[in-house]
């Protein structure tokens, strides 16, 4: 596997997640960036801190282990 | 937007300029070798990308790296965890524990998953769900203690140490009654400044609205108002009168607020961050579109790993409550879609 393979692999998946799209590849899983907004978080010592907003990647999968072998 | 394994395919032509057929075949190559890798009980890491891997329940995960999640969540960069409420046991913190959070990095200590974090802690979706409750109030032990009514049999003692001690505050109170009056009479109030420093705020603001007021309401009523709400037509909705009503604006306006115009007394507060660009340009430009529309609006940067973030922020407040509250008044999305920072003027 050649290592420019890798990179523009890296690149256009980084793009396609800045610019909000779920890319789904067949064999492997859908990736798709969500966006998380802020939240309060309470500590037992009762703490609150206010969490700030943040875009996460989610990536599902059909593929189990178990189906593999 | 969705992007296929074909439109993939395309995309990867055009950055490699390989043909279709190699692409596919690498990406076909790739993809056997995450799934190999994970069956035989590994993780293979993309570097700077992430993480592949099956989980005990044997479903392939993937866990973004620390450079692909701050990029593509790099409108947030640089923004805190802020501590609304400290530990029991405490008062309010004041600006020294904010110094002390200062240190807190959000980006590489809270990834997606928040629960492995800080595990046996309870998440509140949703935005300042308990504003209206005001923070604990915690005044100074009182004089008479409840331990005076449960310890009966050292209560001779205790009521002997309380006697002292009240006669020792009563001439305490005297001593500092006769001073305050002797000072008094020569100058206004030098103790009063050093004891309550929002007093001396208020003067101010009193004395800015004295100075510029001619012939107006009195200036007791004038600060009274402006410290509740600032009056609607301090914002020019309508461009029709303009001079007079900046006037108003530069006149009747309370020190903090969230529309008017930017107080520079007020840039010891906390301000309300609704965009975060890496371009001055756009930044300056929301900035001046949110004063247009009558908010007060800061521009501030923040470098993070390397970068500059130019923050617009809107409102002065005194303190993280009133901030909170605030945001409640602005359109959507903003009224979800903002984090409060304490106000950082470059």
Same mark, same amino acid.
Do not use: C
């Given at each position: 596997?050649?290592?420019?393979?890798?990179?523009?692999?890296? !690149?256009?998946?980084?793009?396609? %997640?800045?610019?909000?799209?779920? @890319?789904?590849?067949?064999?492997?899983?859908?990736? #798709?960036? =969500?966006?998380? !907004?802020?939240?309060?978080?309470? %500590?037992?010592?009762?703490?609150? @801190?206010?969490?700030?907003?943040?875009?996460?990647? #989610?990536? =599902?999968?059909?593929?189990?282990?178990?189906?593999?072998? | 937007?969705?992007?296929?394994?074909?439109?993939?395919?395309?995309?990867?032509?055009?950055?490699?300029?390989?043909?279709?057929?190699?692409?596919?075949?690498?990406?076909?190559?790739?993809?056997?070798?995450?799934?190999?890798?994970?069956?035989?009980?590994?993780?293979?890491?993309?570097?700077?990308?992430?993480?592949?891997?099956?989980?005990?329940?044997?479903?392939?995960?993937?866990?973004?790296?620390?450079?692909?999640?701050?990029?593509?969540?790099?409108?947030?960069?640089?923004?805190?965890?802020?501590?609304?409420?400290?530990?029991?046991?405490?008062?309010?913190?004041?600006?020294?524990?904010?110094?002390?959070?200062?240190?807190?990095?959000?980006?590489?200590?809270?990834?997606?998953?928040?629960?492995?974090?800080?595990?046996?802690?309870?998440?509140?979706?949703?935005?300042?769900?308990?504003?209206?409750?005001?923070?604990?109030?915690?005044?100074?032990?009182?004089?008479?203690?409840?331990?005076?009514?449960?310890?009966?049999?050292?209560?001779?003692?205790?009521?002997?140490?309380?006697?002292?001690?009240?006669?020792?505050?009563?001439?305490?109170?005297?001593?500092?009654?006769?001073?305050?009056?002797?000072?008094?009479?020569?100058?206004?109030?030098?103790?009063?400044?050093?004891?309550?420093?929002?007093?001396?705020?208020?003067?101010?603001?009193?004395?800015?609205?004295?100075?510029?007021?001619?012939?107006?309401?009195?200036?007791?009523?004038?600060?009274?108002?402006?410290?509740?709400?600032?009056?609607?037509?301090?914002?020019?909705?309508?461009?029709?009168?303009?001079?007079?009503?900046?006037?108003?604006?530069?006149?009747?306006?309370?020190?903090?607020?969230?529309?008017?115009?930017?107080?520079?007394?007020?840039?010891?507060?906390?301000?309300?961050?609704?965009?975060?660009?890496?371009?001055?340009?756009?930044?300056?430009?929301?900035?001046?579109?949110?004063?247009?529309?009558?908010?007060?609006?800061?521009?501030?940067?923040?470098?993070?790993?390397?970068?500059?973030?130019?923050?617009?922020?809107?409102?002065?407040?005194?303190?993280?409550?009133?901030?909170?509250?605030?945001?409640?008044?602005?359109?959507?999305?903003?009224?979800?879609?903002?984090?409060?920072?304490?106000?950082?003027?470059?």
């Amino acid at each position: 596997m050649e290592s420019k393979f890798i990179i523009a692999f890296k !690149e256009v998946l980084r793009e396609q %997640f800045i610019e909000q799209n779920a @890319v789904e590849i067949d064999g492997l899983g859908q990736f #798709e960036v =969500k966006h998380r !907004e802020q939240y309060q978080k309470k %500590f037992e010592s009762g703490k609150v @801190v206010l969490m700030p907003p943040a875009d996460v990647v #989610e990536f =599902k999968s059909n593929i189990k282990n178990s189906n593999e072998d | 937007m969705k992007i296929d394994k074909q439109k993939l395919v395309e995309l990867l032509v055009q950055k490699t300029s390989m043909g279709e057929e190699e692409v596919k075949s690498q990406l076909d190559q790739l993809i056997e070798r995450i799934i190999d890798a994970a069956k035989r009980g590994k993780a293979l890491e993309i570097r700077e990308f992430g993480l592949f891997y099956f989980d005990e329940d044997g479903e392939l995960k993937f866990d973004p790296s620390d450079e692909l999640s701050t990029e593509i969540s790099f409108k947030y960069a640089g923004m805190k965890p802020v501590e609304l409420k400290p530990e029991r046991d405490t008062t309010f913190p004041e600006a020294e524990e904010d110094d002390d959070f200062e240190d807190f990095d959000f980006l590489s200590d809270i990834p997606g998953d928040d629960s492995n974090v800080f595990p046996g802690t309870e998440e509140e979706k949703g935005v300042f769900a308990d504003q209206e409750k005001p923070a604990e109030k915690k005044k100074s032990t009182p004089l008479k203690s409840p331990k005076f009514q449960s310890n009966k049999r050292s209560g001779s003692i205790i009521w002997v140490f309380a006697a002292i001690l009240a006669v020792a505050i009563l001439v305490l109170a005297y001593l500092y009654f006769i001073g305050s009056l002797a000072t008094s009479t020569q100058e206004p109030s030098p103790a009063v400044t050093q004891v309550e420093p929002e007093a001396l705020n208020d003067e101010n603001v009193a004395a800015r609205d004295d100075s510029t007021e001619e012939s107006e309401a009195p200036d007791a009523e004038i600060e009274m108002e402006s410290s509740v709400e600032p009056p609607e037509e301090i914002i020019p909705a309508d461009p029709a009168e303009p001079a007079e009503e900046t006037d108003v604006s530069n006149e009747d306006q309370s020190l903090y607020g969230l529309r008017g115009s930017v107080m520079e007394e007020a840039n010891n507060g906390y301000s309300i961050v609704l965009h975060s660009f890496t371009e001055e340009e756009n930044a300056r430009s929301t900035s001046e579109n949110l004063t247009r529309q009558g908010y007060r609006s800061i521009v501030s940067s923040r470098t993070v790993a390397d970068r500059t973030m130019w923050r617009v922020s809107v409102g002065q407040f005194e303190t993280l409550q009133n901030a909170q509250q605030a945001t409640r008044d602005l359109p959507e999305p903003y009224n979800v879609q903002n984090f409060i920072q304490r106000i950082q003027i470059n």
